[in-house]
T-cell receptor, first 114, second 113 residues
Framework: EAQVTQNPRYLITVTGKKLTVTCSQN?????MSWYRQDPGLGLRQIYY???????DKGDVPEGYKVSRKEKRNFPLILESPSPNQTSLYFC?????????????FGSGTRLTVV | DQQVKQNSPSLSVQEGRISILNCDYT??????FLWYKKYPAEGPTFLIS?????DKNEDGRFTVFLNKSAKHLSLHIVPSQPGDSAVYFC????????????FGKGTKLSVIP
């Protein structure tokens, strides 16, 4: 089954404790992206990647890092999480060309930073 | 400045009636538009799309209309069903082969049985 898999689904952590949210896709998509969803703000892009070793900032990159060492994986790293990063996070992927059905999204990671 | 706007945060409709969700955009370079549906605890899923060369696209109970001169699109759901209750996101992209989507803030649709 074609899918984007995020882990963990839920995470509660403390301020300052480094964490990584993993994202993996099995569709050989070149493009991958991270979004956060907050009430009243919709989906905001954090980082995206056009291919292996190619990443770029989205609209709200502060406090986040990403890496793309393999085509299928695109982890989101919070080096020193803060309470304002409490949010619902989605990973998405798509082919680089031919955006017909848009992105395939993961099921989301609900992060709480206390 | 928001380039894709969904000005209604929420909408309630009776089962069997028509649901109309609206979306406005400001970037005239946008030429491909998509609607996503999102249930709680799930990721958004693709619903329907439309290219700027068309003004209407239908898929079963779902129809998207595009008015390029007004920079406005709408999603019609007829008839509405309780299972349609979800958050609907409008998204837009620009340029042939563009992979970047700009999303609206979403509209929460509640279909009342």
């Amino acid at each position: 089954e074609a899918q984007v898999t995020q882990n963990p689904r839920y995470l509660i952590t403390v301020t300052g404790k480094k964490l990584t949210v993993t994202c993996s896709q099995n569709m050989n998509h070149e493009y991958m992206s991270w979004y956060r969803q907050d009430p009243g703000l919709g989906l905001r892009q954090i980082y995206y990647s056009m291919n292996v070793e190619v990443t770029d900032k989205g609209d709200v990159p502060e406090g986040y890092k990403v890496s793309r060492k393999e085509k299928r994986n695109f982890p989101l790293i919070l080096e020193s999480p803060s309470p304002n990063q409490t949010s619902l996070y989605f990973c998405a992927s798509s082919p680089l060309q031919g955006l017909v059905e848009g992105y395939t999204f993961g099921s989301g990671t609900r992060l709480t930073v206390v | 400045d928001q380039q894709v706007k969904q000005n209604s945060p929420s909408l309630s409709v009776q089962e069997g009636r028509i649901s109309i969700l609206n979306c406005d955009y400001t970037n005239s370079m946008f030429d491909y538009f998509l609607w996503y549906k999102k249930y709680p605890a799930e990721g958004p899923t693709f619903l329907i799309s439309i290219s700027s060369i068309k003004d209407k696209n239908e898929d079963g109970r779902f129809t998207v209309f595009l008015n390029k001169s007004a920079k406005h699109l709408s999603l019609h759901i007829v008839p509405s069903q309780p299972g349609d209750s979800a958050v609907y996101f409008c998204a837009a992209s620009s340029g042939a082969g563009s992979y970047q989507l700009t999303f609206g803030k979403g509209t929460k649709l509640s279909v009342i049985p």
